[in-house]
């Protein structure tokens, strides 16, 4: 599985976090009348800042200055008690023997804090990579194409995992392959792979790495 680098989203995709941040949002806004998943399937891989507004939209007022200081402490808190890994995570990881790097939109700290929750932290090191460090969010590829330089690979090389159809379309803009999974497997494209095993996705990887370099660009 040589000459590519496989870039993870993080949130949804590698740890079953999403349904721990929204939760976070219900518990401090007891006036939401939402369900986990509800929220979790309107937020998903949104930027918090766009999520907050739109809160402060259905609620109907504004949010204290301090709530995000609030949220941000109670999702770290949820987190230490019971965040875990996706399905078949762990396993997948211990197979893969290519290059692979963290990409997510969240916080350096927060993804610092979930992969060590989860017992992931060792097959990462300090390859982790910040929306909040470059000042770019999915959709844009800013995030993607930066670490792909950091990692040393061409964009044509790496293939990005995603749970979020924000993530994938940042994955093709930046001229990647893109593989969306799917918990539930209720992912559909004409354009991507989607797949809902982890187990499943070293063969998948394989697959794509024996592929001729100009067959591996997205149309």
Not at 29 to 44: A, K
Not at 52 to 57: G, V
Not at 70 to 77: G, I
Request: proline share 5%; with cysteine.
């Amino acid at each position: 599985m040589t000459g590519i680098c496989v870039i993870f989203d993080l949130d949804g995709t590698l740890v079953d976090s999403e349904g721990l941040c929204n939760q976070a949002f219900l518990d401090l806004l007891p006036q939401l009348n939402d369900t986990v998943e509800s929220l979790t399937q309107r937020y998903r891989g949104k930027k918090l800042a766009p999520i907050l507004t739109d809160l402060e939209s259905r609620l109907g007022q504004r949010l204290p200055d301090i709530f995000e200081q609030h949220y941000r402490q109670h999702v770290a808190e949820l987190f230490s008690g019971e965040l875990k890994p996706m399905p078949g995570v762990l396993d997948m990881l211990k197979m893969i023997d290519c290059p692979k790097c963290i990409a997510s939109s969240g916080p350096s700290l927060k993804i610092r804090q979930a992969l060590e929750v989860s017992g992931l932290a060792s097959y990462f090191g300090d390859d982790l990579f910040s929306s909040y460090d470059i000042g770019s969010w999915k959709p844009e590829p800013d995030l993607f194409l930066h670490a792909a330089k950091v990692m040393g690979f061409k964009p044509y090389q790496c293939v990005v995992v995603e749970d979020s159809e924000v993530g994938v379309e940042a994955a093709i803009a930046a001229g990647m392959k893109a593989l969306q999974y799917s918990k539930h497997g209720d992912a559909r494209s004409k354009t991507h792979l989607c797949f809902d095993d982890m187990l499943k996705l070293p063969s998948l990887l394989t697959d794509l790495a024996h592929m001729p370099a100009r067959s591996f660009h997205q149309d």
